[in-house]
């Protein structure tokens, strides 16, 4: 499985992005376990939000009723909408999907592909 991320960029203090991961193998998005994750220069990697098989939706604190998860299974595609963005959401974000998984996608997943990264930087 091959994941692709898109829509990063750079973007001022409260302003929006929409992150983009296509899945190289279709029903991925519909069948298993997706995520986004983010890291920071210096900093842990960090899960952001995840997606189950059947579109139960969780978030990390720190971008509740910011962020929003979201996927296409027509078009085996992940989203992150990020909207109020701050200077401390600036990281690397990944996609990632767990194909052994298809619930319970935040305390029990582990995350077996992952896609190269997109940087969003907020200033």
């Known amino acids: 499985v091959q994941l692709v991320e898109s829509g990063g960029g750079s973007v001022q203090t409260g302003g929006s992005l929409r992150l983009s991961c296509a899945a190289s193998?279709?029903?991925?998005?519909?069948?298993?376990?997706m995520a986004w994750f983010r890291q920071a220069p210096g900093k842990e990697r960090e899960r952001v939000a995840v997606i189950s098989a059947y579109g139960g939706t969780a978030y990390a604190d720190s971008v509740k009723g910011r962020f929003t998860i979201s996927k296409d299974n027509a078009k085996n595609t992940l989203y992150l909408q990020m909207d109020s963005l701050k200077p401390e959401d600036t990281a690397m974000y990944y996609c990632?999907?767990?194909?052994?998984?298809?619930?319970?996608?935040?305390?029990?997943?582990?995350?077996?592909?992952w896609g190269q990264g997109t940087q969003v930087t907020v200033s």
């Open positions: 990632a999907a767990d194909t052994r998984r298809m619930t319970v996608c935040w305390s029990y997943a582990q995350y077996n592909y």
């Open positions: 193998l279709d029903t991925v998005a519909g069948r298993y376990c």
